[in-house]
């Protein structure tokens, strides 16, 4: 039999693990703003975040779910002002 290989394994670089410093400070309630795109963003709150702040639960504005975020899915989450 033949050696088990990986076929089409994609080749790009491994995104970065670790929450930006300003992931630390999300608390549960907090007002939120995420950063999909340039251009793209949408707003909610904060409903739950890991002991590492490497994931956050952001239930969306305007009825469009819940949904959890990974620091390295290449999104920014900012606490809005005001």
């Known amino acids: ?3 088990k290989a990986k076929h089409g394994t ?3 670089p491994l ?3 670790a929450p930006a410093p300003h992931w630390k ?3 549960q309630g907090d007002r939120v ?3 999909l795109a340039p251009g793209f963003e949408a707003s ?3 409903d739950a975040v890991t002991a590492d702040h490497s994931a956050v639960w952001i239930d969306f504005d305007g009825g469009r779910g819940r949904t959890l975020l990974h620091c390295s899915d290449g ?3 900012v606490l809005q002002e005001g």
């Open 33 to 35: 703003r995420v950063l």
């Open 75 to 77: 999104v920014d989450i």
């Open 44 to 46: 909610g709150l904060v």
């Open 15 to 17: 995104r970065e693990a």
């Open 1 to 3: 039999m033949g050696r």
């Open 25 to 27: 400070k999300l608390r």
């Open 10 to 12: 994609a080749e790009a």
